[in-house]
Nanobody, 122 residues
Framework: QAQLVESGGGSVQAGASLRLTCSVS????????MGWFRQASGKEREAVAR???????YYDYSVKGRLTISRDNAENKLYLQMNSLKPEDTAMYYC????????????????WGQGTQVTVSS
């Protein structure tokens, strides 16, 4: 089964950029739908961006135009480029994978990483 490890989080000022990476092992990325979710303190986990096996991307309206999801099947890596970060983007960011669905519902996904913290100060 797939193992996912996120990296690239950090503490930045508003307006800065970060790139998150999800490294996949135990399975081949090309066979997986992938997603980035986030969970802010005291809130439910929410879908930020998803990308199908075929490379079709979906974004939450709150991040569209600022965040870009991409995948490198040869390297078995998933990325989330985050530009123009806002304090409301502060959250733990999780990588998720599934062989059959790419739903915005977090309970639909089979495999999860441990998360990487993103903190944006004003």
């Amino acid at each position: 089964q797939a193992q996912l490890v996120e990296s690239g989080g950090g503490s930045v000022q508003a307006g800065a950029s970060l790139r998150l990476t999800c490294s996949v092992s135990g399975d081949t990325l090309k066979g997986l739908h992938m997603g980035w979710f986030r969970q802010a303190s005291g809130k439910e986990r929410e879908a930020v961006a998803r990308i199908s096996r075929g490379g079709i991307a979906y974004y939450d309206y709150s991040v569209k135009g600022r965040l870009t999801i991409s995948r490198d099947n040869a390297e078995n890596k998933l990325y989330l480029q985050m530009n123009s970060l806002k304090p409301e983007d502060t959250a733990m960011y999780y990588c998720a994978a599934d062989r059959t669905v790419y739903s915005p519902r977090s309970d639909a996904w089979d495999f999860w990483g441990q998360g990487t913290q993103v903190t944006v100060s004003s």
